[in-house]
């Protein structure tokens, strides 16, 4: 990166993710308390669900959290410095020789998701490891028959876990997986056992073995309704707002003409688009905040800008900040997407 004399930092960006700390911390105090007897850990995969994992670490881990959940390796490696390697696993588990002697030197630990995985780590010489067992959802994980085989038998097992389908749902199929990972429980041997995800937490006593793994509702997701009380919203993006203007009454606005002035209008173009995750399905539906004031989202969400209106707000000028109304419930409501992807594409551009 080109080094500029005169400025150690880069640019300040003109779009940033609000992150309550507070809230945060809160979430995951709520969440280990509904776990019971059993102690909450964090799923922080996809950098935290977009939030940006290296912020995210170190305050839960402030607030108590000792068990920490990536996909890959590579997030992993960017989050050891911050935890004690071993209270970090990897969901997907080592897929080649390379893992496992990153592994072994790091000392992050791997979940194991099939007899080739358990061997694979064996015979580089094992140790402590969680095991992922398959109770329905058909996707990762060893099954419950592949459970007496030698090769697990003979694994060093922190963690057994076992992850649920649908545990926003009112399903049989909850039921059901808790009743096969009980059965896994009492086949192989084992320090910690581990079902709930944050809707599973709310499903009640028996799904919560020693260890829960929240991601969601971390971060204001709210997985089941009875869960909205004890959540709170986390993350606001904001844009500052590039240019303010007039447009005449018949005038369009963005591509494609979607929106027609009805009447002469003050506007804002504000610095976040489809590019930072803010898609194309807020177009004419979104809404902006700022003051307490409601902006709507005018015409297309284009790349890197977005127009709102600014008839309700006289006083905002270029270089002022606006919020974009973002609770993920009521967001994921009206625009069609899933609060997983409402934060997950949350893009590199803004400051975290
Ligand atoms: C992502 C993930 C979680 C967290 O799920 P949420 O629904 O976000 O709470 C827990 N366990 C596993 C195995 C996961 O992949």
């Known amino acids: ?71 890959h390796w590579r997030e992993a490696a960017e989050l050891a410095d911050l935890a004690d390697p071993a209270s970090i696993a990897v969901l997907h588990g080592p897929l080649n020789d390379g893992d496992v002697a990153f592994a072994h030197a790091s000392g992050v630990v791997p979940v194991l998701n099939s007899l080739a995985q358990a061997k694979r780590w064996a015979e580089a010489g094992g140790g402590r490891c969680h095991l992922m067992v ?14 007496g085989n030698e090769a697990v038998q003979a694994l060093d097992i922190d963690v057994l876990l076992s992850h649920l389908v649908s545990a926003e749902e009112e399903t049989d199929l909850n039921a059901r997986q808790c009743a096969r990972w009980n059965e896994a429980r009492g086949a192989v041997r084992h320090l910690r056992a581990s079902l709930a995800n944050s809707g599973g937490i709310a499903l009640g006593p028996d799904y919560h073995g020693d260890l829960t793994r929240p991601g969601i509702a971390l971060y204001g997701g709210v997985p089941r309704s009875e869960m909205a009380p004890l959540l709170r919203q986390v993350v606001r993006p904001q844009a500052a707002v590039l240019q303010v203007h007039e447009v005449p009454a018949g005038e369009t606005v963005g591509y494609n003409a979607t929106f027609v002035a009805p009447h002469a209008m003050r506007v804002g173009t504000i610095a976040i688009g489809y590019a930072d995750g803010y898609l194309r399905c807020w177009s ?69």
């Not at 919020?323 to 994921?332: F, G, N």
């Open 284 to 352: 004419g539906k979104g809404v902006f905040h700022a003051d307490g004031l409601h902006l709507p989202v005018l015409g297309r969400v284009s790349m890197d800008m977005t127009v709102i209106d600014l008839s309700a707000a006289p006083n905002i000028r270029e270089g002022d900040w606006v919020t974009a109304e973002y609770a993920l419930p009521d967001a994921a409501a009206v625009s069609g997407l899933s609060q997983y992807e409402l934060l997950t594409m949350l893009g590199r551009r803004f400051g975290r």
């Open 134 to 147: 398959d109770t329905g959802m058909n996707r990762l994980g060893v099954s419950l028959t592949e459970l």
């Open 1 to 71: 990166m080109l080094k500029v004399p005169g400025f150690p930092d880069l640019p300040t960006p003109a779009l940033r993710l609000d992150i309550d700390r507070d809230a945060l911390i809160a979430n995951w105090r709520a969440l280990n308390d509904l776990s019971g007897a059993a102690r909450a850990g964090a799923a922080v995969k996809a950098n935290a669900y977009g939030l940006g994992a290296r912020q995210v670490v170190p305050l839960l881990h402030e607030a108590g959290c000792r068990d920490f959940f990536v996909a």
